[in-house]
């Protein structure tokens, strides 16, 4: 469902991911935006930007499957006789949905991406590709490696998908008005998609910057999310909570617009051929 988006998107993801390992206290290596993707350009050319992309490819159709099966399963318990699913449990709903998916897909998914982009950075980086970076990982670290950050990642997997799915949903109810049947143009439903993308951005980013910190190559020097939180906010101030938040939502809403027009016209689809309406 996502690997477009994602492909198209993924060099604000890359910039998003440095500016959030990127400390206050070690001095910082980058000044900003453009300044990360000149120096990325220059020292490993525009291919230095798609670093990491090979985790999100392989992760991202097990993630949607994962989310909104989840969702489906649970909307579908918590609507009323009419059908109709309200803001509230839209939410709650959506919160399920980030928690399995964080601890079944994203969390492993994730580590692996946030290894990958730090390790170019390295003044000898030791990974040479998806496979081997895996293997080294496991090698080094065990399979519990590629598990870090796993609460900070429950949390802000979750947050995310329980704000999206909110604002999904309330703004589907209010569109609909009293007639639940009543059909959303595809480009609408990527206008609200947008829309909650922006919303979970601005919702969760402080729990976005400290899962990657959680998940880089210095995580150990956390003793765990509390610390990690607690350590940035000491040394670096509240304002790098909201580190790479103009990447990242760049990035969050287009794909967030792409894949619930695609889940949308999915469902519609699969309601004409088993008449589940």
């Known amino acids: 469902m996502e690997p477009l988006p994602i492909c198209i998107t993924f060099p604000t993801e890359y910039v998003k991911t440095q500016l959030q390992l990127d400390e206050k206290a070690n001095p910082p290596k980058y000044r900003g935006i453009s300044d990360c993707v000149k120096q990325t350009v220059q020292s490993h050319g525009v291919k ?15 993630k949607s499957a994962v989310r909104f099966g989840v969702f489906e399963y649970l909307s579908n318990q918590a609507r009323d006789e009419s059908g109709r699913l309200d803001s509230t449990r839209g ?43 895996v293997r080294e990982i496991i090698r080094a670290q065990g399979l519990r490696g590629t598990y870090q950050g796993l609460t900070a990642t429950v949390l802000k997997q979750g947050s995310n998908q329980a704000i ?11 569109y609909k008005g009293d007639n639940p049947n009543k059909y959303i143009n595809p480009l609408v439903t990527g206008v609200f998609g947008a829309v ?68 949308e016209e999915v469902v519609k689809v699969l309601n004409k051929v088993w008449h589940t309406d």
């Open 91 to 133: 939410l709650l709903c959506g919160l399920g949905a980030g928690v399995f998916e964080a601890v079944l897909v994203v969390c492993p998914m994730e580590t692996i991406k946030v290894k990958f982009i730090h390790d170019q950075t390295s003044a000898n980086p030791k990974y040479k590709g998806f496979f081997h970076g």
């Open 164 to 174: 999206r799915f909110f604002v999904m949903t309330s703004l589907k109810n209010w």
């Open 196 to 263: 909650a993308g922006a919303a979970s951005v601005f919702g969760n980013t402080p729990l976005d910057v400290i899962k990657t910190r959680m998940q880089g190559l210095e995580a150990h020097k956390y003793k765990n999310t509390l610390d990690c939180a607690m350590r940035i906010l000491r040394y670096e101030g509240l304002a790098a909570f909201y580190k790479g938040t103009v990447p990242r939502l760049g990035r969050v809403c287009l794909d967030v617009a792409i894949v619930f027009i695609i889940y």
């Open 48 to 62: 230095g930007l798609y670093r990491g992309l090979s985790s999100l490819l392989y992760g991202s159709i097990p």
